[in-house]
């Protein structure tokens, strides 16, 4: 019923810059709080950023003054700029949306497939 497809992830080398896409489709009424995880080699899932459906956003510490979450509620999509990058922020990066679709007031979770971030030395 709904799909969400990411994009944007490559290899860059340390402090540069990449944006990363997630576009929700499908069946969808409306879309609440929308995010970024990422999971690097040998560590848990963790969130990156999240951003309210009214634009309130919140950071990980790691990346704060680095990163900007952003989302077009037009398009059902979520952004991630990603500036200064550094060689720990290599990881596979997944967004999340929580939304409901439509004729169920039930809110469900959906994962992006993921985007594989590398960034260089």
């Known amino acids: 019923q709904v799909q969400l497809a990411e994009s944007g992830g490559g290899l860059v080398q340390a402090g540069g810059s990449l944006r990363l896409s997630c576009a929700a489709s499908?069946?969808?009424?409306?879309?609440?709080?929308m995010g970024w995880y990422r999971q690097g080699p040998g560590k848990q899932r963790e969130l990156v950023a999240s951003?309210?459906?009214?634009?309130?956003?919140n950071y990980a510490d790691s990346v704060k003054g680095r990163f900007t979450i952003s989302r077009d509620n037009a398009k059902n999509a979520v952004y991630l700029q990603m500036n200064s990058l550094k060689p720990e922020d290599t990881a596979v990066y997944y967004c999340n949306v929580d939304l409901k679709v439509v004729g169920n007031p039930v809110r469900y979770i959906y994962w992006g497939q993921g985007t594989r971030v590398t960034v260089s030395t």
């Open positions: 951003i309210t459906s009214g634009g309130s956003a």
């Open positions: 499908g069946s969808i009424f409306s879309i609440n709080a």
